[in-house]
Nanobody, 126 residues
Framework: QVQLVESGGGLVQAGGSLRLSCAAS????????MGWFRQAPGKEREFVTR????????YYADSVKGRFTISRDNAKNTVYLQMNSLKPEDTAVYYC???????????????????WGQGTQVTVSS
């Protein structure tokens, strides 16, 4: 069982930055695909970004491309989400997720993940 704990959320003005962290338990972290999702009030959860086990493979939702950067430190069992140029529409609860290796292709934006964190609130004021 893997536990994921997000941190780093908060209140920021539009145009500001935040860095979210997601610390994972377990020894197989380096093998997991890690993703970030978000859910705004009254809306469905949506894909934000994901990073493959090798850190070389990243994918971003169009809405955050060029503003957000995902990275991972396998030595620290942690994945990060650097969020710059934040907009009020980025306001949401942000969740990290971990996926064990699959033998089949999984689309980049899929929410097929095995483990989820509890979420951290990000609020961007205008």
């Amino acid at each position: 069982q893997v536990q994921l704990v997000e941190s780093g959320g908060g209140l920021v003005q539009a145009g500001g930055s935040l860095r979210l962290s997601c610390a994972a338990s377990g020894r197989a972290f380096s093998r997991y695909t890690m993703g970030w999702f978000r859910q705004a009030p009254g809306k469905e959860r949506e894909f934000v970004t994901r990073i493959g086990w090798s850190s070389g493979s990243t994918y971003y939702a169009d809405s955050v491309k060029g503003r957000f950067t995902i990275s991972r430190d396998n030595a620290k069992n942690t994945v990060y989400l650097q969020m710059n140029s934040l907009k009020p529409e980025d306001t949401a609860v942000y969740y990290c997720a971990a996926r064990e290796p699959r033998r089949v292709y999984v689309p980049a934006t899929s929410d097929d993940y095995d483990y989820w964190g509890q979420g951290t609130q990000v609020t961007v004021s205008s």
